[in-house]
C-alpha cells in the first residue's frame, strides 16, 4: 500500500555531496518515520540517518556531522543530504517507511524503496 520512490545518487569524489530524496505515495492514513539506509558490498544493511513525523532524527556515528535528514510531512517526501562523502560511504542507498494504514489504529506497514547506489571515488 505504501510505494516509495528514490532519487539521487551516483558517482562523487570524496570531499563532494549528493542528495537523496524518496517520496512515499499509495494509500495509508500516516507515515510515520522515514529513513535511509545502507549496504556496501559484503555488509549487512544499516540504518544511516531516521526522522519521525515529529521531526526527532537519529543518525549512525559514522556520519554525523556529514549528513542531514530531513522530511516534508504534507508531501510525504524525506531528503537525505549527504557532504564530504568518504569511500566508506559507497553502498546501496534504501528509502524506508513505516506507516499507518486506513485509520489512526490501523496496522503497521514498513516499506523498502528500489535502492540507489551512491559511489565515492576519485
Known amino acids: 500500500q505504501v510505494l516509495l520512490v528514490e532519487s539521487g545518487g551516483g558517482l562523487v569524489q570524496p570531499g563532494g555531496s549528493l542528495r537523496l530524496s524518496c517520496a512515499a505515495t499509495?494509500?495509508?492514513?500516516?507515515?510515520?518515520?522515514m529513513g535511509w539506509y545502507r549496504q556496501a558490498p559484503g555488509k549487512q544493511r544499516e540504518l544511516v540517518a531516521m526522522i519521525t513525523s515529529g521531526d526527532h532524527t537519529n543518525y549512525v556515528d559514522s556520519v554525523k556531522g556529514r549528513f542531514a535528514i530531513s522530511r516534508d510531512n504534507a508531501a510525504n517526501t524525506v531528503v537525505l543530504q549527504m557532504n564530504n562523502l568518504k569511500p566508506e560511504d559507497t553502498a546501496v542507498y534504501y528509502c524506508?517507511?513505516?506507516?499507518?494504514?486506513?485509520?489512526?489504529?490501523?496496522?503497521?506497514?514498513?516499506?523498502w524503496g528500489q535502492g540507489t547506489q551512491v559511489t565515492v571515488s576519485s
Open positions: 524506508n517507511a513505516f506507516a499507518t494504514l486506513y485509520y489512526s489504529s490501523g496496522p503497521g506497514s514498513d516499506s
Open positions: 499509495g494509500t495509508f492514513y500516516r507515515i510515520n518515520s
